[in-house]
């Protein structure tokens, strides 16, 4: 699911793109007629991936990624649609090394911010295995 329709800029520190994609009907995320605002957070990690793909080209694409944390997020409305705007997504690289990045966020229409807040997001090496937590914190 690509929900962003184009890079505006971006460097080595930020990306900005725009998406109009809030307004479909048949929005993955829809539900019962709603797009809620905390949806704002997929659109900021779809563009925190496509920094990451532009900062570290390569043929097989960047290393897969995980969102490992959200902090200070805030929203500033119910619903992602409020407005007929198209949404324009900021993603800020605060920190990081090879396998981690921390961004601060923005999801905005106009000059209204709809949502903010702060991520880390932690890459996976290539044929890294995947540790999962089973029941009681066990690892499995």
Excluded at 16 to 38: E, F, K, M, N, Y
Aim: charged share 20%; with cysteine.
């Amino acid at each position: 699911m690509c929900l962003l329709d184009r890079v505006v800029s971006w460097d080595r520190s930020s990306v900005v793109a725009i998406a109009g994609s809030h307004r479909r009907a048949d929005h993955p995320l829809r539900v019962a007629g709603r797009l809620p605002a905390l949806c704002g957070i997929e659109y900021a990690a779809q563009a925190m991936a496509l920094h990451r793909g532009l900062c570290q080209p390569s043929e097989q694409g960047p290393a897969p990624g995980v969102l490992a944390s959200i902090r200070d997020v805030t929203l500033n409305v119910v619903d992602l649609d409020e407005g007929p705007a198209d949404l324009q997504v900021e993603a800020i690289q605060l920190a990081g090394d090879q396998q981690t990045k921390i961004y601060r966020f923005r999801v905005m229409s106009g000059d209204r911010v709809l949502v903010e807040g702060r991520a880390s997001v932690v890459t996976r090496p290539a044929g890294a295995a995947v540790q999962r937590m089973g029941p009681g914190g066990a690892r499995g």
